[in-house]
């Protein structure tokens, strides 16, 4: 089984902020790896797949880069709506979802 | 517009069965690989089982921590996902969600174990 680990568990930032929240896999997952964001209440929401593919509708201050291991999601200056949890998926082998980052407003 | 409206949810006791369903509408349906995944609360997601598409023969795949328990099927005329779970334990309380593979999601329906 492949094993995500996401990291920080918790992102305390202001609106403005450029801010990164990382996933290593515990093996090559050849990019393919996705990012969602949740609000309280919600289901979670695609923002990227397979690395760095915006999905439609989503602003593009959002960007996620990577490969082989390491990858990250990357708000440039956050805005107040993106006070969220945040999760990836890596589904290069089944699929395994990391723990998720609550990013919070300082 | 594509929506998925997730029903079936409720209390059940331990050991007990229950059987969610997944209506789907404004896609084609067949074309589409479809997922559960389901959510305890304050946690990450879980993904559960996956059900292929037409073209590649509806077949399943499952969680391991699920399989055998757990069954995912769908009705392709009427559009409607399924997923029957069996043998439920207290760990299955969660929310459960229907998806289009792991593009999009419905709201979700809660499942509670608890007797």
């Known amino acids: 089984d492949i094993q995500m680990t996401q990291s920080p568990s918790f992102l305390s930032a202001s609106v403005g902020d450029r801010v990164t929240i990382n996933c290593k896999a515990s093996?090559?997952?050849?990019?393919?790896l996705n990012w969602y964001q949740q609000k309280l209440g919600e289901a979670p929401k695609r923002l990227i797949y397979?690395?760095?593919n915006l999905q439609t509708g989503i602003p593009s201050r959002f960007s996620g880069s990577g490969s082989g291991t390491d990858y990250t999601l990357t708000i440039s200056s956050l805005q107040p709506e993106d006070f969220a949890t945040y999760f990836c998926?890596?589904?290069?082998?089944?699929?395994?979802f990391g723990a998720g980052t609550k990013l919070e407003l300082k | 517009e594509v929506k998925l409206l997730e029903s079936g949810g409720g209390l059940v006791q331990p050991g007990g069965s229950l059987r969610l369903s997944c209506a789907a509408s404004?896609?084609?349906?067949?074309?589409?690989?479809m997922s559960w995944i389901r959510q305890p609360p304050g946690k990450a997601p879980e993904w559960l089982g996956v059900?292929?598409?037409?073209?590649?023969?509806?077949?399943?795949e499952y969680n391991p921590s699920v399989k055998g328990r757990f069954t995912i099927s769908r009705d392709n005329t009427q559009n409607i996902l399924y997923l029957q779970m069996n043998t439920l334990r207290a760990e299955d309380t969660a929310i459960y969600y229907c998806?289009?593979?792991?593009?999009?999601w419905g709201q979700g329906t809660l499942v509670t174990v608890s007797s």
């Open positions: 998806g289009i593979w792991f593009a999009y």
């Open positions: 397979n690395t760095n």
């Open positions: 059900i292929r598409n037409k073209a590649n023969g509806y077949t399943t």
């Open positions: 998926l890596q589904h290069n082998s089944l699929y395994t």
């Open positions: 093996q090559n997952i050849n990019k393919y």
């Open positions: 404004g896609f084609t349906f067949t074309d589409f690989y």
